[in-house]
C-alpha cells in the first residue's frame, strides 16, 4: 500500500472534490480510499507514506496530442529552414525531421519525450508519430520505451502520401499491426488509434486503404484544417471540405480524434456534433505555427468535444492551458471568455478520450479523477501560496500559479515513478546521454557536418 499525503487534495470528484489536508490511499494500481490525512495515516499505519511536502495532490495530466518525433528538435537549427508559411515549415522541418528518423532515433525521441512528461506530471499521452526513413516497428518501438518507463500511451503512426505509396503503405500496415497487437492485450496501458496527416497529404484511395486496414479496430487521429492547405486542396480537387471528406470515406464517430480544425465552417461543426466526432486543441502550437485560432467557443456551443494537447511544442499540459485562455480571448475580443471551456478540456474531456481508449479494457478503470476505484495516476505540484486557497478557486490558482515544472513526484498506475524531483528507477542521465549520441547523427545528417 502507499498513502500519499500532507498535501491539499483536488480530486476532479463531485463527490469529494477537495481535501484542504487529505491523503489518497492506493492498493496496487488503484487508488482504494481518500480523506483526511491524519486519519488515514492512523488506519494504514503499515502503508509507504509519499510526502507531498504541503504541496498539491491531484490527478495526473492527460495530454490528447503530441508528437514524439519532434522529441531530438530541442535546439535544432536546421541549415536554410526559414519558413515563411505553414506548408513551408513542414517541409524545411518537420518532414525533414521524421524523414531521417532511424529506429533508434525513434526510441531516444521516446525517452526524452516520456521523462519530459513524467517531470510535468503528464501520466497519459496521446502520441501521432512519423519517422519515414524507418517505418515498420515503429509503434513497437514507441510501445516499449513507454512500458520500460511506466506511462500510459495511445500510439499511432502517420499515414501520408507525401513520400510515395511504398512508405504510405508502410505506414498502413504499421497502424493495423499495432492496432491488432494492442487489441489482443488485456493492458489499460497501451492502446491504439489509427493516424493520418493532413488530409491534403493524403488521397481518397489512401483514405479507403486506411479505413480498411483498421477494420473497425479503433478510432482515427488526424491532422485537419490546421493550415489553409486543407482547405484548397479539398475545394480544389474534391469538390467539398475536409470534415466532409472524412465523412463521406467513414473515418468520422465518437472513437475519432481530429487535431486543430482550425479553418472549418459551420457545416463541417455540424457534421462533427452530429457523428459524435472528437476534436483536439493546441493553441500554443497554434500560435507558434501561425496558423490561427480554432473556433473552440462554438465548438462548445454545438456539443462538441474539445479535448486538450500540446503538439509537442511543450510537454507542459499546464502551459497549453494558459495559451488557451489568452488567444481565444484576444481572437473574440472578450476578456470574460474561455475560463470554463480551459478547465473542462483539461479535467473533463481528456478524462473522456482517455477512458474511451483505456477503461473499455477488461482491467480499465476511471483515469483522471481521484476516487476510490480509479487508476493510482498522481500528480504532486509543489505550490507556496500567499492568496487564500480553497476549493471554491483551485481553478484560478491552476491557471495562474501552477507550472508543470512544479511537479515533485509523478505516481502511475499505482507506481513511482519521479519522487521529490528524480526518477526512481529510470537513469535519467544515461538515457541522456545515448540520447545525444542519437541527436548528433540526426542533426549531423540534417545539416551535412558533425556534432
Known amino acids: 500500500m502507499l498513502l500519499v499525503g500532507n498535501g491539499r487534495v483536488i480530486t476532479r470528484d463531485e463527490a469529494l472534490p477537495y481535501v484542504e489536508d487529505g491523503a489518497v490511499l492506493i492498493e496496487g494500481d488503484r487508488i482504494v ?38 522529441g531530438l528538435a530541442r535546439g535544432l537549427a536546421i541549415k536554410g529552414c526559414n519558413p515563411t508559411n505553414f506548408l513551408e515549415n513542414l517541409e524545411q522541418q518537420w518532414w525533414n525531421i521524421d524523414r ?46 513507454c ?20 512508405k504510405r503503405d508502410e505506414a498502413i500496415r504499421e497502424n493495423g499491426e499495432f492496432a ?73 464517430g465518437e472513437d475519432t480524434m481530429l487535431g486543430h480544425c482550425i479553418h472549418v465552417t459551420p457545416a463541417d461543426m455540424d457534421i462533427l456534433a452530429a457523428t459524435c466526432t472528437n476534436v483536439v486543441n493546441n493553441p500554443a502550437s497554434n500560435m507558434n505555427n501561425a496558423v490561427g485560432c480554432a473556433p473552440v467557443l462554438e465548438f462548445f456551443k454545438r456539443g462538441i468535444t474539445v479535448a486538450l494537447g500540446t503538439d509537442a511544442y511543450t510537454h507542459d499540459m499546464l502551459e497549453s492551458l494558459k495559451s488557451f485562455l489568452p488567444i481565444q480571448r484576444h481572437n473574440s475580443g472578450l476578456p470574460n471568455v474561455g475560463w470554463e471551456q480551459a478547465m473542462t478540456m483539461l479535467f473533463k474531456n481528456n478524462r473522456t478520450m482517455a477512458e474511451r481508449y483505456f477503461s473499455a479494457k477488461p482491467a480499465g478503470k476511471p483515469l483522471g479523477v481521484l476516487a476510490p476505484g480509479a487508476a493510482a495516476d498522481i500528480a504532486i505540484f509543489d505550490y507556496k501560496t500567499f492568496t487564500p486557497f480553497s476549493d471554491e478557486n483551485v481553478d484560478g490558482h491552476i491557471l495562474f500559479g501552477f507550472e508543470g515544472r512544479g511537479c515533485r513526484t509523478t505516481i502511475v498506475n499505482g507506481k513511482v515513478l519521479y519522487k521529490d524531483r528524480a526518477f526512481v528507477d529510470a537513469d535519467e542521465d544515461a538515457i541522456c ?3 545525444m549520441g542519437e541527436a548528433k547523427k540526426l542533426w549531423g545528417e540534417l545539416n551535412g557536418r558533425q556534432y
Not at 49 to 61: E, S, Y
Not at 147 to 166: H, K, M, P, W
Open 100 to 145: 531521417h528518423l532511424t529506429l533508434d532515433g525513434t526510441r531516444a525521441s521516446a525517452y526524452v519525450t516520456v521523462l519530459e512528461s513524467i517531470k510535468n506530471g503528464v501520466t497519459t499521452i496521446f502520441d501521432h508519430h512519423a519517422s519515414f526513413r524507418e517505418i515498420p516497428g515503429s509503434l513497437f518501438a514507441i510501445k516499449d520505451v
Open 33 to 70: 480510499e481518500l480523506g483526511e490525512g491524519a486519519e488515514l495515516k492512523a488506519a494504514h499505519p503499515e502503508a509507504e507514506f509519499v510526502d507531498a511536502r504541503g504541496g498539491v495532490i491531484m490527478p495526473g495530466l492527460i495530454n490528447c496530442h503530441t508528437h514524439i518525433y519532434s
Open 147 to 166: 512500458q520500460e518507463l511506466g506511462i500510459r500511451a495511445c500510439l499511432c503512426y502517420e499515414v501520408s502520401d507525401r513520400d510515395g505509396r511504398q
Open 180 to 252: 491488432r497487437w494492442a487489441a489482443s492485450q488485456d493492458s489499460d496501458m497501451i492502446a491504439a488509434m489509427f493516424g493520418g496527416h493532413a488530409l491534403f497529404t493524403l488521397s481518397d484511395e489512401t483514405l479507403d486503404k486506411m479505413v480498411e486496414e483498421n477494420d473497425g479496430l479503433t478510432g482515427f487521429h488526424v491532422h485537419v484544417c490546421e493550415g489553409l492547405d486543407d482547405v484548397w486542396d479539398s475545394a480544389r480537387n474534391h469538390g467539398c471540405t475536409s470534415v466532409h471528406r472524412l465523412l463521406d470515406h467513414g473515418l468520422l
Open 433 to 435: 546521454a545515448w540520447s
